[in-house]
């Protein structure tokens, strides 16, 4: 692992974390640009439901009291959502920050930490913050494949993340797949299943890995408000744990990690069944829309099942990724490079509002016409 030059002289982090690349997020201006339309970082097309902007605005009286520090009101609804028990969810600011912190309660020096090739960036944070080994596994035609998986389980294996659906590829991987990773795994062995995208997904082969942890005490479920429910800017995730699991989270986690505003508006957000509903609708429509298109045009689009499609370009002089990327930002369009996933000929594009769809598909099309 990197040792900083100047060991000995500044304070040093511990090994792993100046092995770092920091995260870098989907870009939201363009220099000349007035209102862009920022399709970069998979938020909703539709926005939160107006219950919980309601909910938000009423909390502006409040501020100067602390939330309850166990996020009790949005774990009920939760809870209540879900037919689950509200003492086995932990909120977390973000579900990145729940990944960070399983990370941080079941991590020792030099164990392995486990997810395929295309996996979303936060588990490599997460295993070098914490001294741990990253290790990769192949993905067969941008899919996660569990015999590669299972082939680097090693008895060093403390924590295997599996994005279901995976970001940015959109794949996933189904419910027997899941359990025949679990079962490779041993009981010491923690298998995280980040579930970020799940409520996009309209599968009768996918489960989001409720039963899962239900079944087995070595298995988590992270959540977020940050997609379907539109409240990205709030920062709230959600882990539905193991007994054991939810006890250790909880002993080191911020007391006060879920802010008031957050947790009334992600509990009202989680009652508006109704504007839920309307953004997977609309997912659905746009999705396939946005899909058939493009591949219209002569680029190879991968099914997806989240609220984002990655699109390939070819390797040609003026019709790369990179070009297309310049070429749509000209045009206000500011879609996520996927280079630092190792995908460098492919854009992720969020799903956004009829207008911008619509917008893109003419951007691109003109992009592919042009000689
Ligand atoms: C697969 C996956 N997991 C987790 C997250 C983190 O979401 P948040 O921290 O906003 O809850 C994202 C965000 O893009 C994601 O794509």
């Given at each position: 692992m990197h040792a900083p030059k100047d060991e000995g002289k500044t304070p040093t982090p511990k090994p792993g974390v100046l092995d770092i690349a920091p995260y870098v997020g989907g870009r939201a201006a363009i220099a000349g640009v007035a209102n862009p339309i920022k399709l970069?970082?998979?938020?909703?097309?539709?926005?939160?439901?107006p219950l919980a902007r309601e909910a938000y605005e009423a909390v502006a009286k409040d501020l100067e009291i602390y939330p309850e520090g166990s996020a009790q009101i949005l774990r009920d609804a939760i809870a209540e959502t879900y037919g689950l028990?509200?003492?086995?969810i932990v909120c977390g600011n973000g579900s990145d920050e729940l990944l960070s912190l399983l990370a941080e309660a079941y991590l020792r020096p030099g164990d392995e930490v486990l997810f395929s090739a295309?996996?979303?960036?936060v588990y490599r944070i997460a295993a070098l913050a914490n001294s741990a080994v990253p290790v990769t596994a192949p993905e067969k035609n941008l899919r996660v494949d569990v015999d590669a998986m299972l082939a680097r389980v090693?008895?060093?294996?403390r924590l295997v993340y599996l994005?279901?659906?995976?970001?940015?590829?959109g794949s996933y991987l189904a419910q027997d797949e899941v359990r025949r990773l679990h079962a490779g795994?041993?009981?010491?062995t923690l298998l995280v299943i980040?579930?970020?995208?799940?409520?996009?997904v309209r599968r009768n082969?996918?489960?989001?890995g409720i039963e899962m942890v239900a079944t087995f005490p070595n298995v988590v479920m992270t959540r977020t408000f940050?997609?379907?429910?539109?409240l990205a800017g709030l920062r709230i995730g959600w882990a539905y744990c193991p007994a054991s699991v939810a006890d250790a989270l909880n002993r080191i986690?911020?007391?006060?990690?879920?802010s008031l505003p957050a947790q009334r508006a992600g509990a009202a957000a989680l009652r508006d069944r109704a504007h839920v509903e309307k953004s997977v609708e609309h997912n659905e429509h746009w999705r396939a829309w946005l899909t058939d298109a493009i591949r219209a045009l002569g680029l190879r689009v991968d099914d997806s099942v989240g609220n984002f499609i990655l699109i390939h370009f070819p390797q040609v002089k003026g019709k790369t990724a990179d070009d297309a990327d310049r070429f749509l930002c000209e045009r206000g369009l500011i879609l996520r490079g996927v280079a630092n996933y190792g995908l460098p000929d492919c854009l992720r594009l969020t799903i956004g509002c009829e207008d911008a769809n619509r917008k893109v598909v003419a951007a691109l099309t003109e992009f592919m016409e042009r000689t």
């Open positions: 970069s970082s998979n938020e909703a097309a539709l926005g939160p439901s028990d509200a003492a086995r295309h996996a979303f960036i090693t008895p060093k294996t994005a279901n659906p995976n970001n940015p590829t795994l041993s009981p010491q980040d579930a970020a995208y799940a409520e996009f082969d996918y489960e989001a940050s997609k379907v429910h539109g986690r911020g007391p006060f990690n879920v």
